[in-house]
C-alpha cells in the first residue's frame, strides 16, 4: 500500500476536511499532516501553487482539493461510478470551490470595508450559491446530493454550512443557511449523523 501524507491548516473544516473524512472511510492510514499558520508561512512558498491541501503519495505531491477529494472518495465508495452521478457530484464540488473563493476574497479586509463586503456577499453571492445548491439538493434526491447516497459532495459541503453557521464568519448572519435553504440545514444535520461521519470525529480529539 502506497504511503500517504496529507498537509492542511490544524483545524476540523476547510478543502482537507473532506479529504480526511473519505481516507478515513476508506479506512486508508494516512499521515494526518496538521500544520499552523505560522507553519504554513514557512513553507508556503515551497508548495505547489504556494497553498495546501498537498497529498503525498510515495513522497510524489498532488494538489487541487477537489481532484484529491475524489481520489480518496474512490477508495472510500463515496464517488459515483455512474458518468452522470459523478458528473452531478463534480457540478456541487466545483459550486462550493467558488463559494469558498467568493468567501476568502473579504479575508484581509477590516472595520467597515469588511463589514461592507459582507452584508454584500451575505446579500449576493451567498445568497446565490444556497439557493443554487438547495436546488441541486432537490436534483439528488432531497437528502443527499447524488444518487440518494452520501459521496464526497456532502462531505464537501456540510464543512461549508457548518463554517457558515458557526458565527466564525464576521457579518454572516449566522441564520442566514436556514434563512435562504433551510434543506441545507437539515442536510447538515443529517451529514453530521451519518455513521461514517461520526465515526471519523469519534477519533478526533
Ligand atoms: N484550488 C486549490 C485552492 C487551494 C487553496 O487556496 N488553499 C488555501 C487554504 S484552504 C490556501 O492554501 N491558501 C493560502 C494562500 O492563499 O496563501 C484547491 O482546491 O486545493
Not at 501524507?5 to 481516507?23: M, N, S, V
Not at 499552523?36 to 497529498?55: D, T
Amino acid at each position: 500500500m502506497p504511503s500517504y501524507k496529507l498537509t492542511y491548516f490544524d483545524f476540523d473544516g476547510g478543502r482537507g476536511e473532506p479529504i480526511r473524512i473519505a481516507f478515513h472511510a476508506a479506512g486508508i492510514d494516512f499521515e494526518d499532516d496538521r500544520i499552523s499558520f505560522p507553519e504554513f508561512q514557512e513553507m508556503r512558498e515551497s508548495a505547489r501553487f504556494n497553498a495546501v491541501p498537498v497529498l503525498q503519495i510515495d513522497g510524489i505531491a498532488v494538489t487541487q482539493s477537489n481532484a484529491i477529494s475524489r481520489f480518496a472518495g474512490k477508495m472510500a465508495g463515496l464517488y459515483p461510478e455512474d458518468n452522470l452521478q459523478a458528473l452531478y457530484c463534480d457540478e456541487v464540488m466545483g459550486a462550493a470551490e467558488d463559494l469558498t473563493n467568493h468567501i476568502v476574497r473579504t479575508f484581509g479586509l477590516e472595520g467597515d470595508e469588511l463589514k461592507n463586503a459582507r452584508e454584500e456577499l451575505a446579500k449576493g453571492w451567498l445568497t446565490v450559491f444556497l439557493k443554487g445548491f438547495d436546488e441541486l439538493l432537490t436534483r439528488g434526491g432531497g437528502e443527499y446530493f447524488v444518487d440518494n447516497q452520501l459521496s464526497v459532495a456532502d462531505l464537501k459541503t456540510f464543512v461549508q454550512w457548518r463554517w457558515l453557521r458557526s458565527g466564525a464568519l464576521d457579518h454572516i448572519p449566522a441564520d442566514l443557511v436556514e434563512r435562504v435553504a433551510p434543506g441545507l440545514v437539515e442536510h447538515l444535520e443529517r451529514i453530521e449523523k451519518d455513521p461514517i461521519v461520526t465515526a471519523y470525529y469519534v477519533g478526533r480529539p
